[in-house]
């Protein structure tokens, strides 16, 4: 077998080690390094070689449960449907909104990591809707500011969702989508 076949072998074994575990924990904390080599039945030092960090490895894990919520028929209803785009944005962000407090063990254990290593250039779906709704009315930076602000900022809020709830004295998890339409009305102007 070839190097990089065995290589590929180990790194689905950590991804899926990795996807089971947090699936099956209470707490993410629980997810350790060694946790995570011992499921997957590999050396420990296999995860900074393959993936660089414990973080960059459950990113790829949360990737492998993303893919199978994207490919839902809801978020593929909204892109395809015949709305405006900034109604688009919004039903979209109560879909990834539900998602993110449904999955919150992902969340919890990955927001800082995304936010601050995130790959500016992907992950922000909702751009292209953005663009669309300020069609030339906004330079190209300030449409990309923001998507990033939406999206960051709806992550951030879940994140620190419990003490969100005590600073805001609202049940983050009840108030999401009203959190996300101000957001959304906030930046997304109605005439642009």
């Not at 993110?100 to 927001?111: D, E, G, Q, S, V």
């Not at 330079?139 to 879940?158: D, G, H, P």
Request: proline share 2%.
């Amino acid at each position: 077998m070839r190097k990089e076949d065995k290589l590929q072998i180990t790194k689905d074994k950590l991804i899926n080690a990795a996807h089971d575990l947090m699936n099956s924990c209470v707490d993410p904390s629980e997810v350790t390094s060694r946790a995570i080599a011992d499921r997957a039945d590999v050396k420990l030092s296999m995860i900074n070689y393959c993936f660089g960090s414990r973080e960059a490895l459950l990113f790829e894990a949360l990737k492998k449960d993303e893919e199978m919520y994207l490919q839902d028929t809801q978020i593929r209803k909204v892109f395809n449907s015949k709305i405006a785009p900034k109604e688009k944005i919004r039903r979209l962000h109560y879909l990834v909104a539900d998602y993110l407090i449904n999955r919150f063990k992902f969340t919890k254990a990955l927001t800082g990591y995304v936010l601050l290593n995130r790959d500016l250039q992907e992950g922000l779906n909702t751009l292209p809707l953005v663009r669309e709704h300020y069609k030339d009315t906004k330079e190209e930076w300030e449409i990309k500011l923001i998507a990033y602000q939406l999206s960051s900022m709806m992550q951030l809020i879940i994140y620190r969702m419990e003490d969100m709830s005590d600073f805001l004295e609202v049940d983050i998890r009840k108030e999401i989508r009203k959190i996300i339409d101000l957001q959304i009305d906030l930046l997304l102007e109605d005439n642009p």
